[in-house]
Structure formats: structure tokens, C-alpha cells
């Protein structure tokens, strides 16, 4: 009698292949071999000297932060350029030409000015900080505009005026005045800009930036005093 049972093999647990699919488990000879790149987002902003010496990596700083810098910064350089066009006359014009009000009008449009560089500094003074309507953003935005309404009508007056004393002379430009008008309608502008952000309520975003910042900022300090130690 002819034995015609078969020998039984176990099934392959591998799923069959696609035509024309490559297997990946073979290596291709003719392709490189890359190596994986590092992963997480420290290791790209770590230069090699601090991966090498272990240094603590500088915190950076966030771009919505750098913007609200940046206009502080803008708010600091037009109170300056501002208060320049009010101290430089009563320093190089006589006081019998200026006279009593427009010397005193003066006086309180430099204090302003001062008061809102220390603001916009961040100068670390109790009454300016508890100030509610320095820091509130829209009401620091009605203070730029109303100074900036006030100078540009002293502008307009100063350059009337300086024009019918100087009627002979055709080429005679008021400097003081327009570096006044330029310095007005810069700081129309940025109040503007802070009216904007007092009704979007961006100040509550700003500080919380602010005080994130100081704290990572505080924990770097902290860990090159023990990486130098």
C-alpha cells in the first residue's frame, strides 16, 4: 500500500508581501545609513561647548514679550523726544519771550513725560506701580493721546507765532515746533496703540509673561551659580 500522507509544515505568521514592495528589513547597499537625529528642543538650541561642560542652557525670550518690549521701548524714546522740545526752549529762548503760561505748560508736559519713561522702565517705585491709571493700559493710552492733543496745539501756536515774527524771512522754519508736531503725532500713535490693547485686555497677558520670565530668568542665575561653584 502507497503511504500518501504528507509532512505538515507550520503556517508563516508573516502577512504576504505586495508586488513590487521592498522589504525594509533588508539593508540596501547602496544607501547610506543615516543616523537618527537628536530629539527634544533643547538639544538644537544647546550649542556643543555646553552639551560638552554641562552649562545651563539661557533661557529665551518669548516673542509676544519682545513685542510688548518693544513698544515700551517705542513709549520711552517718544516721551524723551518730547520732553526735549520742551526743555530745550526754556533753556535757549529768553523766559520775556516764552512767557509765564507757556514756560508752566512746559514745566507739566516734561513731568508727564518723565513720569511715563519711569512707567514704561518699569522703575521699581511704589506710587507709580499702585497706580491704576498708569498701568491700566487703556487709561495710559487716554494720557498719550490728551498730551499728545496738547502738544500739538502748543506746536500750532509756537509755529504761528514764530512765523509772523519771522514774515521777512521766507526760508525761517520752525524746528522746535515740527520736532514737536513729529514727537505728538508719535505718541498719538502709540496711545492709540494702548487704547487698542486695554479693550483687548492684554495687560493681565503682558504681566504674566513678565513674572514667567523673571522666574526662569531667576532659575538660570541659580544654576550658573552652582555650575560655577
Known amino acids: ?6 509532512e505538515q509544515t507550520a503556517p508563516s505568521t508573516s502577512p504576504p508581501k505586495d508586488y513590487g514592495s521592498i522589504d525594509h528589513d533588508e539593508e540596501d547597499p547602496g544607501k547610506p545609513s543615516v543616523p537618527p537625529a537628536a530629539s527634544g528642543p533643547s538639544k538644537q ?3 556643543i561647548s555646553q552639551i560638552a561642560t554641562g552649562q545651563p542652557e539661557r533661557p529665551r525670550l518669548n516673542c509676544c514679550l519682545a513685542s510688548f518690549q518693544f513698544i515700551e521701548a517705542c513709549g520711552i524714546i517718544t516721551n524723551l523726544c518730547l520732553m526735549a522740545t520742551q526743555i530745550l526752549p526754556i533753556i535757549l529762548v529768553p523766559l520775556s519771550e516764552l ?18 519713561i519711569l512707567v514704561e522702565w518699569d522703575a521699581p517705585i511704589p506710587f507709580l506701580r499702585n497706580a491704576s491709571i498708569l498701568q491700566t493700559y487703556f ?22 507765532s514764530d512765523v509772523v515774527a519771522h514774515a521777512k524771512d521766507h526760508f525761517h522754519v520752525a524746528w522746535f515746533s515740527l520736532f514737536m ?7 498719538m500713535a502709540l496711545g492709540s496703540v494702548y487704547m487698542l490693547f486695554g479693550v483687548c485686555c492684554l495687560k493681565v497677558m503682558r504681566d504674566g ?21
Open 1 to 6: 500500500m502507497l503511504d500518501t500522507s504528507m
Open 45 to 47: 538650541g544647546e550649542s
Open 99 to 116: 512767557g509765564f503760561i507757556s514756560v508752566a505748560l512746559k514745566g507739566y508736559v516734561s513731568v508727564f513725560c518723565f513720569i511715563l
Open 139 to 160: 487709561s495710559r493710552g487716554f494720557v498719550y493721546t490728551f498730551l499728545a492733543l496738547t502738544c500739538l496745539e502748543e506746536a500750532y501756536t509756537e509755529r504761528v
Open 181 to 187: 508736531q513729529i514727537s505728538a503725532w508719535l505718541m
Open 209 to 229: 509673561m513678565v513674572q514667567e520670565n523673571r522666574d526662569r530668568m531667576k532659575e538660570y542665575r541659580e544654576a550658573m551659580k552652582a555650575f560655577r561653584a
